[in-house]
């Protein structure tokens, strides 16, 4: 069974940046396509990033040009570099195995990392 755990959120200014890390316990973790999710308080969860295994990515628009996601086969991890960050990027971020480009992932859920942008 594989399990994540997301570290590396924070507090921070607007326009400040963090890298969020995904530790990923499991075998298949290299063949599988991962995404970064969150979600806001009062929002429905949001896929902000993907990677497939062969470092392909892409982007919700609301964060193109701003994060970047990178993966690591031999550590079992995910990054998700986040700059120029906005008070609208506030929210608990998770990592997950992607199911396409939905908002479902598709083993369990982490307990996520708290990222507060705010002056």
């Known amino acids: 069974q594989v399990q994540f755990v997301e570290s590396g959120g924070g507090w921070v200014q607007p326009g400040g940046s963090l890298r969020l890390t995904c530790a990923a316990a499991?075998?298949?973790?290299?063949?599988?396509?991962m995404g970064w999710y969150r979600r806001a308080p009062g929002k429905q969860r949001e896929l902000v990033a993907r990677i497939t295994s062969s470092s392909s990515t892409t982007y919700a628009d609301s964060v193109k040009g701003r994060f970047t996601i990178s993966r690591d086969n031999a550590k079992n991890t995910v990054y998700l570099q986040m700059n120029s960050l906005k008070p609208e990027d506030t929210a608990v971020y998770y990592c997950?195995?992607?199911?396409?480009?939905?908002?479902?992932?598709?083993?369990?859920w982490g307990q996520g990392t708290q990222v507060t942008v705010s002056s």
């Open positions: 499991g075998r298949i973790f290299s063949i599988e396509t």
């Open positions: 997950n195995a992607a199911i396409g480009s939905s908002v479902f992932g598709l083993r369990t």
